[in-house]
């Protein structure tokens, strides 16, 4: 999840477009909860982020035997 950030900021930011710019619909209750959820996962993987950041990658070395 802390991989998708930028995913959930784009599905953010254009279901906030589409749900509160004023547009009417049928289905534009639909989007605002997406809007919601988009933004709800945004903030998640933000603050994974910030708690859990990335760990280098080991490079394990064979041990010698005697």
Do not use: C, H, W
Request: aromatic residues 12%; positive net charge; glycine residues 8%.
């Amino acid at each position: 999840m802390k991989k998708k950030s930028l995913l959930f900021l784009v599905l953010a930011v254009i279901t906030g477009l589409i749900g509160f710019t004023g547009l009417s619909f049928d289905g534009i209750e639909v989007i605002r909860v997406m809007f919601l959820i988009f933004a709800d996962l945004l903030i998640i993987s933000l603050i994974a982020k910030l708690f859990f950041p990335e760990k280098p990658k080991v490079k394990y070395q064979p041990v010698k035997g005697n």
